[in-house]
RNA sequence: GCGCUUGUAGCUCAAUUGGAUAGAGCGCAGCCCUGCGGAGGCUGAGGCUGUGGGUUCGAGUCCCGCCAAGCGCGCCA
């Protein structure tokens, strides 16, 4: 047990202990009574439980601090307790027991700090989930982040994680950027083809075209363009995610699973998904196609799930795919992590997980604000379709992943961020990155030369509370 | 028009989820140092927390209105 929980623990003994013995009235203890001042001087700990339970007890705070102060077990952590105007507890750690502290941390190593809170429950990340039409990009960067750090730290309190990659390899999208390769492809023979409006500009296609005309000639020229387009995009879709792999592994990013979108209609999980939905009744035939009662979970308009041509819309696979995450693979906790310009998909996609069963608090999003780079003082612009993008790959060579991971992680995911290559790079104290890379140096430095040395053992002495105290020199 | 997010020192960000005098780094001003693997050290100025109300012992934090910025409101993904 934390020392946070432990001190939590003492209070709140303390609290029914007062209660039984009458001086305290019945009555519940509130959730975070205990927090950590932000000054050194009112003690490691303090409590605001008296003034969180005045009102309710009719009493003044001061009273109830003193009667919470005689029932407080100090031993072994706390040395002392001082009570504060108008009703804080401040608690302060015992020296001796704070001395204990650093051995049992040695002791641990590299597990310190490790829990196991999640109790070994499976949980799954998903993110970056980019559609394999391009190369990833700063933004999508910025959401890979994360989620390898979030996963992280799931595993070290306890979950057992599965980190997924959702690739979108069906859609109009995907048929799309197949018939721009085969532009692509064919223009590198000498064929005059335009890409289409809207269509992927990206210098990327260019290169990808031209590797495949290179490796398999002239062959695909010769057939009917639909048959072209295909044959083209089954070698164009493996390469563009084998790209999109090796990028994200030089961020220090790996996936346990890469699920397939398209898979969802060949196992039958779309088809399951429909059948719920149909029974349960939230279904509707409407203008030729296919709709989801979205407007019975409060959302503002209906949404379609399959198109009066047929064809399943994104959100109808999306849906499929949240039943096979909780369904099927039946993870205890879900959380997603997409781009902001995704919000309006989250209520509905809640909703849709409610109409099939499932306890839509198991399914948390978070969104990841755009990222705009600053180069030189100006802003540039991240658009997948104009081909103006700063792909992960130039930031990195930029400015490496060490500085790309602090940066990302260094702001709420809520908040828009500048990206700010001149700072990234700077080989001085401006940069938190450098600044940090230099202290761990010093810190190894420190290390080596003490094991030149025959170690001797540790005699550990608290020489000050505070460590930035006055030497009296 | 509706919805989501954001707004804190000149700049970039914190503030333990409603607690005590809103803190750091950079920048700025002044003083000091000059062979540890120096990014020099110390001190100081700088704030009506976008704005107007409300809730309560207490609000940067919660509620309502307004202002500003970004994103979204497809049978695209």
């Not at 779309?270 to 939905?277: A, F, H, P, Q, R």
């Not at 761990?440 to 290390?447: E, V």
Request: glycine share 6%; hydrophobic share 40%; with cysteine.
């Amino acid at each position: 047990m934390n020392i946070h929980s432990v001190i939590a623990n003492k209070i709140s003994l303390a609290f029914s202990d007062a209660q039984s013995r009458g001086l305290l009235p019945e009555g519940n203890i509130p959730d975070g009574f205990l927090e950590r001042p932000q000054k050194t001087g009112r003690g490691d700990f303090a409590t605001t439980l008296p003034l969180k339970l005045a009102r309710f007890m009719k009493m003044k705070p001061l009273d109830i601090a003193h009667i919470l102060e005689t029932s407080i077990d100090l031993k072994p952590e706390l040395e002392r307790i001082e009570i504060a105007e108008p009703g804080f507890i401040n608690l302060f750690l015992n020296q001796n027991w704070l001395l204990s502290q650093v051995e049992m941390i040695l002791n641990h190593g590299n597990k310190f700090g490790e829990s196991t809170f999640g109790q070994n429950k499976r949980v799954q990340v998903e993110y970056v989930s980019v559609n394999p039409t391009g190369p990833i990009h700063v933004g999508h960067a910025r959401g890979a982040v994360l989620g390898s750090a979030l996963s992280s730290i799931l595993r070290c309190a306890g979950y057992l994680v599965t980190e997924e990659y959702y690739i979108n390899d069906a859609g109009n999208q995907m048929d799309l950027f197949y018939q721009c390769l085969y532009v692509r492809y064919m223009q590198s023979l000498g064929f005059a083809k335009e890409i289409p409006e809207n269509g992927y500009q990206g210098e990327y296609l260019v290169t990808l075209g031209e590797n495949i005309s290179k490796e398999y000639g002239e062959k695909f020229s010769n057939l009917p363009e639909e048959e072209a387009v295909s044959a083209i995009g089954n070698i164009g879709l493996p390469l563009m995610i084998e790209s999109i792999k090796s990028d994200l592994d030089r961020l220090g990013v790996e996936f346990d699973s890469w699920f397939s979108e398209k898979s969802l209609f060949e196992n039958g999980h779309y088809k399951k998904t429909m059948e719920i939905l149909k029974d349960n009744n939230y279904l509707l035939e409407r203008e030729g196609a296919i709709w989801f009662e979205s407007t019975r979970f409060g959302e503002d308009k209906d949404n379609v799930l399959v198109r009066t041509n047929g064809t399943p819309t994104y959100f109808a696979s999306d849906a499929a795919y949240h039943y096979y995450k909780f369904k099927i693979a039946e993870y205890e906790k879900v959380t997603n992590i997409w781009g902001a310009d995704h919000q309006g998909h989250v209520s509905r996609l809640k909703s849709v997980i409610a109409a099939l069963g499932i306890d839509e608090a198991k399914l948390n999003v978070i969104l990841s604000q755009m990222v705009t780079i600053r180069q030189s003082g100006d802003l540039v612009r991240a658009s997948k379709r104009s081909g103006q993008l700063v792909t992960l790959t130039e930031l990195l060579d930029d400015v490496g992943v060490d500085a790309c991971r602090f940066f990302f992680l260094s702001r709420s995911p809520d908040s828009q961020m500048e990206f700010d290559l001149d700072l990234a790079t700077k080989q001085s104290s401006d940069n938190p990155v450098y600044y940090v890379q230099y202290c761990h140096a010093r810190i190894q430095s420190i290390l080596r030369l003490t094991k030149l040395n025959n170690p001797v053992p540790i005699d550990l002495v608290i020489i000050s509370r505070d460590p930035w105290v006055e030497n009296p020199t």
